[in-house]
């Protein structure tokens, strides 16, 4: 790890943080992509939710990528924005960091993705997003 890879957690609450374990590995002994793009979905879908006022589903994953390996250990937190808000769907960007180390501890952009989630009504059917306050 370069020094150049090392940043600052953004100064906003993340939606979520979670303590990565061993059982969340791969093959390689890192942290096993999949269980990523969870806690990214996650996470998206919390501010999809309070942005629809209600139930959402997720319908695309328009892009994902990934910077840097996730050890275990490492604590990551998800950050989200609104990028879009269109009839029933919203598009949320998330970006994801991790904070290692703790005796020398450095924190790395590891992730950053965009999702799409669809507002739904009681019958799971589309709705309208409401209108922002």
Request: hydrophobic residues 40%; glycine residues 6%; charged residues 20%.
């Amino acid at each position: 790890m370069t020094t150049k890879n090392k940043v600052k957690l953004p100064d906003k609450q993340p939606a979520i943080r979670v303590a990565t374990r061993p059982k969340d590995t791969n093959a390689a002994g890192n942290i096993f992509g999949g269980w990523i793009m969870s806690q990214v979905d996650i996470a998206g879908s919390i501010a999809a939710v309070q942005r629809a006022k209600g139930r959402v589903a997720t319908v695309a994953v328009n892009s994902f990528e990934f910077h840097e390996p996730v050890f275990v250990g490492d604590l990551i937190s998800c950050y989200t924005d609104i990028i879009r808000v269109g009839n029933t769907s919203i598009t949320v960007g998330v970006e994801v960091y991790a904070q290692r180390n703790p005796s020398n501890p450095e924190t790395v952009r590891v992730t950053q993705a965009e999702l799409t989630y669809v507002a739904l009504d009681e019958n799971h059917r589309p709705r309208q997003v409401p209108a922002e306050n």
